[in-house]
């Protein structure tokens, strides 16, 4: 694997054949998943670790986002990546560069809490698809709400970028893999399952009301889980899911002690 810091470094090769992971570092088995699987696509896998500041609402929540080098190039290594690209603010923001509008939807759900989270989110991508070029770009699901809008930004923007989604990894608990999960305590992480229950529980429902009476009751049996939202969507148009919907998708988002985590479940009876 070879590290590079400036993308100058790739200048002279073609890109088009490259099956590209953008993260924002402190990666996880979650990463090594979307990496692996970028290995299968393609044997030119590059990585970003940025942690861009654009969509950070929250400074304390910048300050504290994990960061985690030396492991990052391991992980990485292992996984099958063959670029390491640790970028410089300056290099994916010199001066002046095109916003992204993530439009209404960058207003609900995870937006609604994050004001110009998503803005700030297609805004990179688009930076960083604009500077790469690659054939291919991997997004995990756990982010459902950014994995339909960067779909949608590339369908527009950048054709030549397939988007291939990856499902949630998660732990042996069920807890999905997140790169805030170091900032749970034990007993925080014992709360922190509640969504995954939830969602489980959702996936059980015989009807749309169904599934979202279990989420709701289940995550108010745990009172360290502040709720922000639970929704049951309609996967085509990210809006709330019908009985007419046929792929629906639990999401719930919240916070234990002050963590935030996001997590979502695809709904066993689809068409219902
Ligand atoms: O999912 C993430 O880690 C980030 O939102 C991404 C896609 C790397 C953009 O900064």
Known sequence: MREISNLNQLRSEDTSNIAFVPTMGALHAGHAKLIEKAREISPHVLV????NPLQFNDPKD????????????????RSGATILWRPEVAEIYPGQVESISAGSLGNL?????????????LTVVNRLFSLIHPGWALFGEKDFQQLFLVRQMARGQHEGVEIVSVPTVRADD????????????????????????ALFNASKGLSLKEMQEQLDKTLRQEPRF??????????EYFTLATERSIAKRALVAGS???????DNMPLGNRGN
Do not use: Q, W
């Not at 970003?48 to 942690?51: E, L, N, T």
């Not at 790169?179 to 995954?196: G, K, P, T, W």
């Not at 234990?256 to 996001?262: C, D, N, P, T």
């Open 109 to 121: 759900f995870e937006g609604a809490s994050r004001p110009g989270h998503f803005d700030g989110m």
């Open 256 to 262: 234990v002690s002050g963590v935030r985590l996001i």
């Open 62 to 77: 910048l300050e504290e986002y994990p960061r985690n080098p030396g492991s990052d190039a391991l992980v990485a290594e």
């Open 48 to 51: 970003s670790a940025f942690i």
């Open 174 to 197: 069920g807890l999905a893999l997140s790169s805030r999960n170091v900032r749970l305590s034990d007993e925080d992480r014992r709360a922190a399952l509640v969504i995954y229950r």
């Open 226 to 235: 502040t709720c922000d939202y639970s929704a049951i969507i309609d996967e």
